[in-house]
């Protein structure tokens, strides 16, 4: 009997964001990657296996593997889930966690942190599958079957208990730190300067491993990965701050991509009885085309020298990126996304400073993106501004928003309107509140604007059109929701326009 096999592995958001650096947080994604694609590639040759998402063409997973796949196969479930599961097993220990501690031991030597390090090793990861019977005349009814099955399976989550007694790692907060000599680990690694190793970090062994594997030879990679302050200052010859200092050198932006209902666009597709599986894959094969080729080149074109792309995952983009270039990167991803697949994407970008540490940044991006679907109904994007001080500012709305901020950060730059217009437009909402105060908004955003716009600088040449624009966005379109969002926008801008003369 054929049966759609739907796998997931992790934990994913938590495994890639516990990072410090950007090196952790690009290896995190690559090991999920690598793992998912042995899972993928070790029932690939079996006579029955048809993919279903990612795509396997020559032994190749094409476009990377998310940590989510699933195919058919005619096999005995467990047999298949087994190997499956020994596959990934395999790939972790051999490919990874085996030169890691190789490394570590040619480094130091024996002792305590050998058994530690094994016993952390084995007891991280999550592995969830199921299988239902398939039904090739309704292929939509199996997919959503087995959509709802792997959400039963992981209410059923198991926990792991462990006791980890001691320090903990200064990078996860879970795992204990292994007991080693780090200053003698240093200095075999020749990292006298603290470029692999802080003097202040003690790791278990996943941020060991993280922060390790491409010494240990285990990764194989030439993507070039810049630090936070490199991409801040989109210079890849810039100088590092020392390490704990406390001044802020630049921003840098976070983006997080996802497309919008994604489930819900699978289980439409599978619903031509005739053609289900067919239509199924030809959209795996859009999702697969647009993360392994379009992604990277966008981020390279609208990245600047030193914007990274952590991870592409077909509907799921992460990258980090210099300040001035971070919305329009953002704008032609989405347009691409929608273009290639039909279906819409919403985005969160943090702007942080460059020494806030990096898990905080991309907790804050997640948080924007889940913002632009739930608070300002997906097909949106969400900037959350953050300072040194822990405060923030959201700016939020539909992707049209835009044209219109890059437009308006042109004039900022030159200097043809003031600063202070964004915090004169907050007070609309409080003062004209109601629909039958439209008339008297639009009057009151001309003569404000007109009033902050430079000496010298025609009005009605320069600024009025783009005020037209920012008014019908929040009246007409309602493309930004309320007057405090669209001042928020132009305080963003103007905070932007300030960013580019920096860099």
């Known amino acids: 009997m054929t049966h759609l096999f739907l796998f997931q592995i992790g934990p994913v958001q938590t495994f890639i964001a516990q990072a410090r650096r950007t090196q952790d947080l690009f290896i995190g994604s690559y090991l999920l990657s690598e793992l998912a694609s042995a899972g993928v590639l070790a029932i690939s040759e079996h006579p029955s296996f048809k993919p279903i998402f990612p795509l396997v063409e020559n032994r190749q997973v094409k476009g990377g593997a998310p940590h989510r796949f699933a195919f058919l196969c005619d096999d005995d479930p467990s047999q298949i889930a087994q190997k499956v599961h020994s596959a990934i097993e395999s790939r972790w220990q051999e490919g990874f966690v085996q030169p890691v501690g190789q490394l570590v031991w040619d480094a130091i030597g024996d002792g ?184 990277q080149r966008i981020v390279i074109e609208h990245g600047g020298k030193t914007g990274v792309l952590v991870y592409s995952g077909g509907d799921d983009v992460l990258a980090l990126l210099p300040l001035r270039s971070a919305l329009r990167c953002a704008d032609e991803l989405r347009k691409l996304f929608q273009q290639m697949t039909g279906c ?93 105060l439209k008339t008297a908004r639009k009057s009151e955003v001309h003569r404000i604007a007109k009033r902050r716009t430079a000496e010298g600088v025609s009005y009605e040449k320069k600024t009025e059109p783009l005020i037209n624009n920012m008014i019908n966005l929040v009246e007409e379109d309602k493309a930004v929701p309320t007057w405090s969002d669209m001042a928020n926008w132009v305080i963003l801008a103007r905070f932007l326009a300030q960013g580019a003369k920096q860099q």
């Open 344 to 436: 819409t994407a919403s985005a969160g970008i943090a702007i942080t400073p460059a020494n806030l540490p990096l898990d905080r940044a991309l907790e804050l991006a997640r948080e924007a993106e889940e913002a632009a679907k739930e608070r300002y109904g997906r097909n949106a994007v969400v900037i959350l501004e953050a300072h040194g001080s822990g405060q923030t500012r959201e700016a939020g709305g539909k992707w049209t928003i835009i044209d219109f901020i890059v437009q308006l950060q042109v004039l900022f730059e030159e200097g043809a309107l003031s600063g202070k217009l964004g915090y004169d437009l907050l007070a609309l909402d409080h003062d004209l509140y109601g629909d039958h």
């Open 112 to 295: 305590e942190w050998v058994k530690t390090f094994e016993r952390q090793a084995t007891t991280w990861m999550e592995f969830y599958w199921v299988a239902v019977p398939y039904d090739g005349g309704n292929h939509g009814d199996s997919f959503k079957k087995a959509s709802a099955a792997m959400a039963q399976r992981k209410y059923a989550r198991t926990f792991h208990v462990l006791e980890e007694p001691g320090y903990k790692c200064t990078l996860t907060g879970m795992q204990s730190a292994l007991d080693i000599n780090w200053k003698k680990l240093r200095n075999k690694l020749h990292d006298s300067r603290g470029i692999i190793l802080r003097d202040n970090e003690r790791l278990g062994t996943l941020a060991l491993i993280k922060r390790l594997a491409e010494r240990a030879n285990a990764v194989q990679s030439d993507k070039k990965i810049y630090s936070t302050t490199h991409i801040a200052k989109d210079d890849p010859d810039a100088t590092e701050d020392p390490v704990g200092g406390k001044d802020v050198t630049g921003y840098l932006a976070v983006l997080h991509m996802d497309g919008d209902q994604m489930g819900k666009r699978l289980g439409e597709l599978g619903n031509d009885q005739k053609h289900g599986y067919e239509k199924h894959q030809e959209f795996s094969g859009q999702l697969a085309n647009f993360a392994a080729n379009e992604v």
